[in-house]
């Protein structure tokens, strides 16, 4: 069965630094992109960003480009996700989920806190 | 960016009922448009793709139509199991965007 399962979140003050992964299983890794998906306390979901099955090709919501990077290794099957100067509005569970068009399968999701 | 609108945006209804989301794109997006269901701590759930593609293993309670900047989403005999909430998202363009959801709770 395919699942992605995040790690990596925490309190962190603002603007600091966080690096998230998502090891991936029950799918070829390679063959799909990959993405990153935010809920905040109380909100919906937003998209955060989204890599090509080779890495090529980056996307990301307005509100984190040139703070996050979006990375991928595929003969560990993971991806990752680098957070820099980060804001209290970057709270949120963080979800990896797969595909960039359809979010077929995520995972439960990692906290991340940015408090003083 | 494509906005995405929902409503309503809460509504409470009962075991076996009939429960109806409509979702708006701010510009056309064809049929590029998804269903999730969401429950508090657990992983969002795709329910429909492609408008109205019903996702490999979900009840067939749950349906969707429309497309160009109108759609819908119904649930037939609402169960337990379905009170969460649901959002639409489009996939024609990035930012891929979602609407705001719709809380679905026991009436």
């Known amino acids: 069965e395919a699942q992605t399962v995040e790690s990596g979140g925490g309190l962190v003050q603002p603007g600091g630094s966080l690096k998230l992964s998502c090891a991936a299983s029950g799918f070829i890794f390679s063959s799909f992109w990959m993405s990153w998906v935010r809920q905040a306390p109380g909100k919906g979901l937003e998209w955060v960003a989204s890599?090509?099955?080779?890495?090529?090709?980056?996307y990301y919501v307005d509100s984190v480009k040139g703070r996050f990077i979006i990375s991928r290794d595929n003969a560990r099957h993971s991806q990752y996700l680098q957070m820099t100067g980060l804001s209290v509005d970057d709270t949120a569970v963080y979800y990896c989920?797969?595909?960039?068009?359809?979010?077929?399968?995520w995972g439960q999701g990692t906290l991340v806190t940015v408090s003083s | 960016d494509i906005q995405m609108t929902q409503s309503p945006s809460s509504l409470s209804a009962s075991v076996g009922d009939r429960v109806t989301i409509t979702c708006q794109a701010s510009q056309d997006i064809s049929k590029l448009l998804n269903w999730y269901q969401h429950k508090p701590g657990r992983a969002p759930n795709l329910l429909i793709y492609d408008a109205s593609k019903l996702e490999t293993g979900v009840p067939s309670r749950f349906s969707g139509t429309g497309s160009g900047t109108d759609f819908t989403f119904t649930i037939n005999g609402l169960q337990p199991e379905d009170f969460a909430t649901y959002y639409c998202?489009?996939?024609?363009?990035?930012?891929?965007?979602f609407g705001p959801g719709t809380t679905v709770d026991i009436k």
């Open positions: 998202q489009q996939f024609d363009s990035l930012p891929r965007t």
């Open positions: 989920a797969r595909g960039v068009n359809n979010f077929r399968y």
């Open positions: 890599i090509k099955q080779d890495g090529s090709e980056r």
